[in-house]
Each structure stands twice: as structure tokens, then as C-alpha cells.
């Protein structure tokens, strides 16, 4: 069984299983004690609605990172079989259609997520599903990065709000359960760096663009180099989120 973990963001010590071979993946269901092992992300090039679906059952926590999603009506009957194997389904912001990918799964009831992927965000695409992830008032399942920073946004903290779902993921498969359990094993990812003193003091030392950017608390200059322009901009989208956080009508 090849277990790597090439290509994840949190480096070698990610905490979950990435296979891309089918066959792999199924040899990795079938094992024993699939709760206990490490949660499997099976990463694959094939359009959403044509990976075949044959995996074994399994206790094992099992993620599809699908790079494309392909035509709605290829996979929309597949809706059962997502439930069955309790499937989360992760897809990239570098495909334009996963934007509205992730509001129709989510409507249908399955779990999914976005990674920011993509050399220039899209803001505003980011912003529209957030405002479905957030204010949506039909029943529809969680969408990540969002539902887990609903969770545990906590006013008084200043800490970068994470855009990759499977980053959030695995922090939630690791976690402890807990009324801030959302802020523990912060080690090894990537935004832990953002808090250092010294990148602070040059933002603001250096009265960058970024130390007067309202969203600074949730944000911290990460996507200083790719700001944006005029209304479709970091700053707009990531204020928006705050708003959705703190807004006292929404049940986190
Ligand atoms: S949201 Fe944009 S402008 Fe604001 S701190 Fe982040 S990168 Fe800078």
C-alpha cells in the first residue's frame, strides 16, 4: 500500500493517508481496524461522477479530493452512494465549477469542502459561497473551510482563518472533543508562522497596505502579494466571513 503525503500542505507529518490508485484505495479500506487508523484521502484526476464508487465498507474515515467536478448530472444520482460510504468531498478553487459544485452537494446533503488552490483566488466566488455556507436558511450539509471557523471563531483571538479544507479536516480528525477544541495542535500548520513577532512588526513597522486592512486579525497578511483590486478584494472577502462569524442570527 503506498501511503504518502506529497503534495499536502502540512508536510510529512499530515495525519491522514493519500492514495491516488484505485486499487490502493481499496486495499487501504479493506484493512482491519479502519477507525483506527489514520483518516484516507484518495486524490484523483477522474471527473466526480465517474469514479467508480466500489470501496469496501470500512469504519475508516474516507475523503474524495476530486480535481474536477465535472457535470452535475454525472454525479447528482450518485447522492446515496456518497452518503453510504460517508463520503467528504474535497475540490480546488483552481476549477471555477467548484464553487457551485460545493452549493449543490451541500444541498443534497453531502459534506464537502474547498481548498484555495488557485495562484489568484477568486474572491468573489469565495464570498458567494460563503454567503450560501453561512445564511443559507434550506437544511444543507457543512462546507468547509466555513462551518468549522463558524465553530470556533472566537472574537478576542487573533488568529488566520484557514482556507484549505483538508487542512481543517485533519486538524478535526486529531482534535480532542471540547468547547475549544478548535484551537489545539496548531503545531505544524502553516499559519502558526503567520503569528511570529517578526513578521508582525513588518507589516506594521512598514505600514504595509495589510496593517490597515480591517480583516488583519483573521487574516494576517497571507495573501498581502495577491490582494485584489476594488471591490473584489481579500480584504472585502475575509470581513464579509468575520461579519458571518459574529453575526448573532446564525447557529454555529
Ligand atoms: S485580507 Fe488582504 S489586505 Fe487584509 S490582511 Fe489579508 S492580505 Fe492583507
Known sequence: MTVTTAGSPLGADSGYE??????????????????????????????????????????RQLWLYAHKPGRPATWIRKRREFLDHR???????????????????????VPCGLRQEAEQPDWEAWADLLGYAAYAAVPHAPVEPFASAMRSYRPERARPFCMDALAII???????????????????????????????????????????????????????????????????????WMEACECPAIEK
Open 18 to 59: 493519500l492514495v491516488s490508485d484505485p486499487a490502493r484505495a481499496r486495499e487501504a479500506l479493506s484493512l482491519r481496524c479502519g477507525g483506527c487508523l489514520p483518516p484516507l484521502l484518495y486524490e484523483t484526476d477522474t471527473p466526480l461522477g465517474e469514479v467508480p464508487l466500489d470501496f469496501p465498507p470500512s469504519a
Open 87 to 109: 463520503l467528504y468531498i474535497l475540490l480546488s478553487d483552481r476549477d471555477p465549477f467548484s464553487f457551485t459544485a460545493a452549493r449543490i452537494l451541500s444541498s443534497l446533503g
Open 170 to 240: 485533519v486538524r478535526q480528525s486529531r482534535k480532542p472533543s471540547g468547547p475549544d477544541a478548535d484551537a489545539t495542535d496548531l503545531s505544524n500548520i502553516r499559519e502558526r508562522e503567520m503569528c511570529d513577532a517578526e513578521r508582525v512588526d513588518r507589516f506594521f513597522l512598514d505600514r504595509h497596505p495589510c496593517s490597515f486592512c480591517p480583516a488583519w486579525r483573521v487574516c494576517m497578511g497571507t495573501y498581502e502579494r495577491i490582494r485584489g483590486e476594488g471591490e473584489n478584494t481579500c480584504s472585502v472577502f475575509f470581513r464579509e
